[in-house]
């Protein structure tokens, strides 16, 4: 498991006094609002920003870290992720997870079978959308109960059950 978290991606500058517009990567952009401090995923090293000011507008939230006080300073991390430590996450519910935590899990069907690799966990507006690299193809499996029968986090395994016509595509 991962100890950082992402929580936005610094999309563009806002304005000319260090404002960024973020893309918020976690499902309540409100929890901005309760934040302290972020780290801005720079390398070697990232670096921790303290949050000054929570603006929203559209999809995008709008920060002011008290590190930044111009544009000059802050453009040219655009595009970096923000990230929070584990214990700053939100506390999840039964059958939550992070997709920090689901992405490398080994995918086996109910039937004991290996299928792939968790690849990639995409958002859409009804349910999530597993996207599963098999021996010689991506699969894309609704996460209802359905199709995602068990996730193991400690094992490292997601059991899936193959509805019919679900391969077909």
Same mark, same amino acid.
Request: glycine share 8%.
């Given at each position: 498991?991962?100890?950082?978290?992402?929580?936005?991606?610094?999309?563009?500058?806002?304005?000319?006094?260090?404002?960024?517009?973020?893309?918020?990567? =976690? @499902?309540?952009?409100?929890? /901005?609002?309760? %934040? #302290?401090?972020?780290?801005?995923?720079?390398?070697?090293?990232?670096?921790?920003?303290?949050?000054?000011?929570?603006?929203?507008?559209?999809?995008?939230?709008?920060?002011?870290?008290?590190?930044?006080?111009?544009?000059?300073?802050?453009?040219?991390?655009?595009?970096?992720?923000?990230?929070?430590?584990?214990?700053?996450?939100?506390?999840?519910?039964?059958?939550?997870?992070?997709?920090?935590?689901?992405?490398?899990?080994?995918?086996? =069907? @109910?039937?004991?079978?290996? /299928?792939?690799? %968790? #690849?990639?966990?995409?958002?859409?507006?009804?349910?999530?959308?597993?996207?599963?690299?098999?021996?010689?193809?991506?699969?894309?499996?609704?996460?209802?109960?359905?199709?995602?029968?068990?996730?193991?986090?400690?094992?490292?395994?997601?059991?899936?059950?193959?509805?019919?016509?679900?391969?077909?595509?």
């Amino acid at each position: 498991m991962e100890d950082m978290l992402r929580v936005g991606v610094i999309s563009s500058t806002h304005g000319v006094r260090g404002e960024v517009k973020v893309y918020p990567t =976690t @499902d309540d952009p409100n929890r /901005f609002k309760k %934040l #302290k401090t972020l780290m801005l995923d720079i390398k070697p090293e990232p670096i921790t920003l303290n949050i000054e000011s929570v603006k929203f507008f559209k999809n995008m939230v709008i920060l002011k870290f008290k590190e930044f006080n111009n544009i000059n300073e802050i453009e040219k991390y655009k595009g970096r992720d923000l990230l929070i430590h584990r214990d700053q996450a939100v506390k999840l519910g039964p059958n939550e997870n992070f997709i920090a935590d689901l992405i490398g899990l080994q995918v086996v =069907t @109910d039937e004991g079978e290996d /299928f792939g690799i %968790l #690849k990639d966990v995409l958002k859409t507006g009804a349910n999530d959308v597993y996207v599963i690299q098999g021996k010689n193809k991506e699969y894309l499996f609704p996460a209802i109960k359905q199709c995602i029968k068990q996730v193991d986090i400690n094992a490292g395994t997601v059991t899936v059950h193959i509805m019919d016509g679900l391969l077909d595509l």
